[in-house]
């Protein structure tokens, strides 16, 4: 099909996403044909290598991801690596979220998985430095307070301790509405496909470490039906001056956790997230409640600097904190958090105690419980 064949057509309704698998091979792209306009877009088939293509009849991955339906031109070099199109009036200058995948995806394969005090990997510079810089220049937080984590009169009838009212997140997971500019929605919207608009994260850390994952949900994992059955939560964090979180372990149902933090500039490195080990080597913990710092050691602190990735597990060990945040901090320890869980109460059928995996602030029971256990403690 030449350039003069191509109609301009709506693509917003294109389900079937570019996979981000290409290889650096733009030809193995997922892409659709132009239509006339009205009816939905076909599938292109896949082109063959090695050639020049500058005409219209491709739609550009960085479309698909975006739902941008204008028609870009797509230019493939004869060494079959994509490159970039001139940047034109309605298209988005941004990383497409196909490539910041990839980039991404390379991340987590090169880096060192450790497992004590329990499986974690520290990756710094984690995004490209076109994308950080993008995310330091397009904080959301200028615009936006957030809506708290908990709020206050929540957290009193769970008779919550720590501060989450401080903690204040743009839900992107909730697609909550937020101000900005088209610019910075069009950069932001770029990261949320890349993180969300699939399964393709879970599935990229689960490569990373398979075991966790077959140990924990046996041949869902492996034969690919587990991911849509997940909780998947992204958003934007800050944290007001003296929000603190105690040692925890998350609660049953969360598998894993990724914190993205935006340090401005370095200096602040210790208020980050602290993996800590009990000294009780005896001592685990299911979920729900939190600790004081005195039984705990800092084995090592994921910091809070620029362009730092962390990345851990729910295990019944993995204790973990942040110490009190203070006014100093630049942008209030502003980040990102990426949380994949299985469903309220868990993913299968509990046989012997169905209530194991339930949240214990969830229910008056637990809350109820709860409230014994906290007076308990108290007494001693």
Excluded at 117 to 142: A, C, E, G, R
Excluded at 305 to 313: K, R, T, V, Y
């Amino acid at each position: 099909m030449s350039g003069s064949d191509a109609t301009s057509c709506d693509v917003s309704g294109v389900r079937e996403w570019d996979e981000c698998r290409r290889d650096h091979i733009g030809h193995r792209a997922t892409l659709a044909e132009p239509c006339e306009d009205g009816q939905q877009p076909r599938r292109a088939q896949r082109r063959p290598p090695n050639r020049v293509y500058q005409d219209s009849s491709w739609i550009s991955s960085e479309a698909l991801l975006t739902g941008v339906g204008e028609m870009t031109m797509h230019t493939i070099e004869t060494d079959g690596r994509p490159v970039p199109a001139p940047a034109r009036e309605g298209v988005s200058p941004f990383m497409p979220s196909a490539e910041l995948r990839l980039h991404i995806e390379a991340q987590l394969e090169a880096a060192t998985l450790e497992l004590f005090p329990f499986p974690h990997l520290i990756i710094k510079n984690f995004f490209p430095d076109t994308v950080y810089k993008n995310i330091q220049t397009y904080n959301l937080f200028n615009k936006n307070k957030g809506q708290a984590w908990i709020t206050k009169s929540r957290m009193l009838l769970n008779r919550n301790t720590t501060p989450y009212d401080h903690r204040m997140q743009i839900n992107f997971h909730k697609s909550e509405a937020y101000e900005a500019t088209q610019e910075e929605r069009g950069f932001w919207d770029t990261v949320i496909q890349a993180f969300i608009a699939d399964d393709w994260f879970p599935q990229i850390v689960y490569k990373k470490f398979p075991h966790y994952f077959d140990i924990r949900f046996g041949e869902l994992a492996s034969k690919g039906t587990l991911w849509p059955k997940l909780k998947k939560q992204l958003f934007l964090q800050r944290h007001e001056p003296n929000y603190y979180i105690g040692p925890h372990t998350d609660i049953a149902t969360r598998i894993f956790t990724c914190i993205f933090s935006f340090a401005s500039r370095p200096g602040f490195e210790a208020y980050g997230t602290q993996l800590l080990r009990h000294k009780d080597p005896m001592a685990r913990c299911w979920g729900d409640s939190h600790y004081g710092f005195e039984d705990f050691t800092v084995e090592k602190t994921a910091e809070y600097a620029p362009n730092n990735f962390l990345l851990f597990f729910k295990t019944r060990q993995s204790f973990h904190a942040v110490k009190t945040i203070l006014e100093a901090v630049p942008n209030q320890r502003w980040g990102m958090q990426f949380q994949c869980y299985e469903p309220r109460g868990g993913l299968f059928r509990e046989l012997s105690r169905p209530e194991l995996m339930s949240d214990g602030n969830s229910t008056t029971l637990g809350r109820a419980a709860n409230w014994a256990r906290d007076l308990v403690e108290r007494v001693r």
